[in-house]
């Protein structure tokens, strides 16, 4: 299976950037690169998505390096209801080839926001 | 408003009992997903669907069953084979019959807790 690798927390201070990183050195040529995010006691809510270009939003930037085998999900002006944690996830191989394509979620980045 | 709907958002279940979890959807998607999540953890793939009329195993799926009459339903029964059913239980839906390059759209979830 393709894995993604992310730190555990991070700290960061309102009104100012956030950078999450992720790392997914098995990915392969036609995974699609997901960033999810869930608040305590809710369900996890999409925040962006993408192949190998650049790609923004109203909620984040995504980031993708040119070999792929890592990205960063940027948070341009954080504010504290983006306290969350930050799943990067990829599409799960084995449901390929006709099945079904489920979302794999590791235990993500718990982002925490100082005032 | 279109969305994903679980019921109930708690539950409690004696031992030896089934129990079954509801999650509608209207936003005419095809894929319906069932994710188990205990505390501190990452979401773990229980079930999913396709199709109507079809699903296939996740990860964790002994001591859970599903059925997919209805492209709008997707209720995850657990069963008392399931040895430590109290957990948060997410149910998540998407439009086409991958989700590597849509967005999944998950529920508020239902907490289950065994007594």
């Known amino acids: 299976d393709a894995k993604t690798t992310q730190p555990n927390s991070m700290e960061s201070n309102e009104e100012e950037p956030v950078h999450l990183p992720c790392n997914h050195s098995t990915i392969s040529g036609t995974d699609y690169i997901h960033w999810y995010r869930q608040l305590p006691s809710q369900g996890p809510e999409y925040v962006i998505h993408?192949?190998?270009s650049n790609v923004n939003n109203r909620m984040a930037s995504l980031a993708i390096a040119e070999d792929r085998k890592s990205s960063t999900l940027i948070l341009h002006r954080a504010t504290l209801r983006d306290a969350a944690v930050y799943y990067c996830i990829l599409r799960d191989e084995r449901y390929s080839g006709g099945g079904a394509d489920g979302l794999t979620f590791g235990k993500g980045t718990h982002l925490i926001i100082q005032p | 408003d279109g969305g994903i709907t679980q019921s109930p958002k708690y539950l409690f279940r004696k031992e030896g009992q089934n129990v079954t979890l509801s999650c509608e959807q209207n936003l005419n998607h095809d894929a319906m997903y069932w994710y188990r999540q205990d505390p501190g953890q990452g979401l773990r793939l229980i079930y999913y669907s396709q199709i109507v009329n079809d699903f296939q195993k996740g990860d964790i799926a002994e001591g859970y069953s599903v059925s997919r009459e209805k492209k709008e339903s997707f209720p995850l029964t657990v069963t008392s084979a399931q040895k430590n059913p109290t957990a948060f239980y997410l149910c998540?839906?998407?439009?086409?019959?991958?989700?590597?390059?849509?967005?999944?759209?998950f529920g508020q979830g239902t907490r289950l807790t065994v007594v």
């Open positions: 993408g192949l190998t």
């Open positions: 998540a839906s998407s439009i086409g019959r991958t989700v590597r390059n849509t967005e999944a759209f």
